[in-house]
């Protein structure tokens, strides 16, 4: 099973940018989706952004317009570019992989935006 390592989680101030990376053990063209959720204190996990083989995306409707996903599969990686953040950004932002039979997910990465 894929195996996902996630970094680039920080504090950052209200207004500014972050640039979240997924590592994935194996060679990530095959598969299917790749994706970033995030869970917030008290909130259930919501999707961010997702990316799939097509090249298509789709994103959460609170992150429309400031951030953006991209893969390199030659890295077996995939990024989340995060800017205009704000508190409600603040979160455990995980990688998922997802296929037709399998399900991984990364430990996570922290996100947290404040003055």
């Known amino acids: 099973q894929v195996q996902l390592v996630e970094s680039g989680g920080a504090l950052v101030q209200p207004g500014g940018s972050l640039r979240l990376s997924c590592v994935a053990s194996e060679n990530i063209i095959s598969i299917p989706a790749m994706g970033w959720y995030r869970r917030a204190p008290g909130k259930q996990r919501e999707l961010v952004a997702a990316?799939?083989?097509?090249?298509?995306?789709e994103y959460g409707d609170s992150v429309k317009g400031r951030f953006t996903i991209s893969r390199d599969n030659a890295k077996n990686s995939v990024y989340l570019q995060m800017n205009n953040l704000n508190p409600d950004d603040t979160a455990v932002y995980h990688c998922?992989?997802?296929?037709?039979?399998?399900?991984?997910w990364g430990q996570g990465t922290q996100v947290t935006v404040s003055s």
């Open positions: 990316i799939y083989s097509t090249g298509n995306t």
């Open positions: 998922r992989a997802r296929g037709l039979d399998f399900s991984s």
